[in-house]
Every structure is written in structure tokens, then in C-alpha cells.
């Protein structure tokens, strides 16, 4: 099965979804550059081809996915379908799996790593006795597998390891450099956008065979990326399609101030 994901020029760009679900993808961009957008375009195909998955959200910006689709939004905020802290998230996870059900893991109002561990740990062992194809996308990758500090070590058991339980893995990141090595080296796919700062350039050398190649990542439009490895027979150029829900990680806006008046602020 192919999920069209976007264009590279006239031509439609489709990966195909199994190489997406059981596999390694990185998805890289700096900030401003449309890594979210891709994601939630991602994520979108995804659903519409009822493929189950679970997107750690750590800014609270996903569950606009809801807004069209069916899917469980594990959270703290008001209006989630489960509480973390409160609900059975193995009994969840195993409803999930076997239904092919979306997750949105949304660690935004908590303490995130424990949590992110913790769920970490039980998805692994789910899968390990389920072995059912299901996605584990984890934004601000830097945050749980850092290069220097302590990592969520089953993050990258699963990195490892997953691939034959069925249980596939997305890292995304604006810094890469940042990122343990050790797991950006076992993505076997890449989704690469713009980025501009020295070290992130170095840190995703391994991926590109000449540092020209490495230098056309500061020369990339915002929306643009390179998609290689295994999502594609060649390295190509394209930008990500249209969203089906609203995107709910765009800067706001400055807006002109209205006139002076006297009086309380209107805030």
C-alpha cells in the first residue's frame, strides 16, 4: 500500500506505508521549516488508511486531528479522552493495537520523560506479544534520547529491537545534533527539510554521500524536503500536501494595535 504524502514537482510523491509503520524514519527540520506540518500530514494519510500509531505530542498541538477523524487523545488537558496519571494505558494501548486505533500521547502539561518512559516501556512489551504493524512517532526526539545526558533506554531498544514485534519508530527533531547517535544511525529513511546551523548539517552526514549534498539542506525552501532510504528509491525533492484538519502549531501573528483609549486594558 502507497500513501501519497505529497508532490516532488508534477508528480504525486507516495511512500509506502509499510516501510513507514514496521521501519526507522527521521523526520528533520529547523524551527519554521514544516516539520510539524509533515507530521500532521503524515498522520492524516495514515488515518485515512485506518494504520494505526502513536504520536507522542509534547507542545499539545496534534489533537486538531480529532477534529475529523476518530482517534484516542491520552492527555491532561480538558477535553481528553483519558487522563494520564488516571487511566489503565496498558488496557488502552492493547484496545489500540489490535483495533488499529490512532493515539495521540499528549505529555504537554506533565512531566514528560517519566511519563514517555513509562509508555515507552509498555508499548514494547504489548508489541513484543501482539506483534501487530503500529507506529511509535516521538516529537522533540531530543528531549527523550538526547546525546549527552540520560536516555529513555527503551526509546532505543525499540530502535533496535522493534522492527521484528511490528513495531515501527519516527524520531522528529529541529536539532539532530542533539539527538543520540546511535539511534539517527538505525533510520533507514530520512525526511530532511531545511536546516542551516554547522552541527546539525555534520550530524546528518551520515545520510547524504558528499558534503555538497549536505550543504543543499541551508538551500531548501520552508516546506521543502529531501525524502531517502528506504521510503524511496532515490533521493527526492518534494513538499508535503495539503492538511485535511486545521494546523494548530503556526506562530501567531502580529496584529496592528487599535487606537489609544483611555480606560482598563481590554486583555
Known amino acids: 500500500m502507497d500513501l501519497v504524502i505529497g508532490k516532488a514537482g508534477d508528480r504525486e510523491m507516495a511512500v509506502d506505508a509499510q516501510e513507514l509503520v514496521t521501519g526507522r524514519t ?8 514544516g516539520k510539524s506540518w509533515g507530521i500532521a500530514v503524515l498522520c492524516e494519510r495514515l488515518l485515512e488508511a485506518g494504520i494505526g500509531f502513536c504520536l507522542i505530542d509534547t507542545e499539545g498541538e496534534y489533537f486538531s486531528l480529532k477534529d475529523r477523524f476518530s482517534l484516542l487523545w491520552i492527555g491532561s488537558a480538558d477535553g481528553c479522552d483519558a487522563e494520564i496519571g488516571k487511566a489503565d494505558i496498558r488496557s488502552l494501548m492493547q484496545d489500540a493495537i489490535c483495533s488499529r486505533t490512532a493515539v495521540i500521547f499528549d505529555v504537554s502539561e506533565i512531566d514528560m520523560r517519566d511519563e514517555v518512559a513509562k509508555f515507552a516501556e509498555i508499548l514494547y512489551d504489548l508489541e513484543s506479544r501482539l506483534k501487530q504493524p503500529y507506529l511509535l ?3 522533540e526526539a531530543d528531549k527523550f534520547i ?6 529513555i533506554k527503551k526509546i532505543e531498544e525499540i530502535s533496535r529491537r522493534g522492527r521484528k514485534r511490528g513495531l515501527g519508530l519516527m524520531v ?6 542533539l539527538v543520540a547517535k546511535n539511534v539517527l544511525s538505525q533510520c533507514n529513511s ?3 527539510g531545511k536546516l542551516s546551523i554547522e552541527n546539525d548539517l555534520k550530524a546528518v552526514g ?3 554521500s558528499s558534503r555538497r549534498e549536505v550543504e543543499e539542506l541551508a538551500e ?3 516546506g521543502e524536503f529531501f525524502v531517502m532510504g528506504s521510503l524511496s528509491r532515490e533521493k527526492v525533492r518534494m513538499r508535503f500536501g495539503a492538511r485535511v484538519t486545521k494546523h494548530r502549531g503556526v506562530t501567531p501573528r502580529l496584529v496592528a494595535a ?6 482598563p486594558c481590554p486583555c
Open 206 to 208: 551520515l545520510f547524504f
Open 137 to 139: 512517532i516521538v516529537e
Open 190 to 192: 530520512q525526511i530532511i
Open 220 to 222: 531548501l525552501e520552508p
Open 258 to 263: 487599535p487606537p489609544a483609549r483611555a480606560g
Open 146 to 151: 538526547p546525546q549527552a545526558g540520560t536516555s
Open 172 to 177: 522528529a527533531t529541529q536539532r539532530p545534533s
Open 26 to 33: 527521521c523526520i528533520i527540520a529547523q524551527s519554521g521549516a
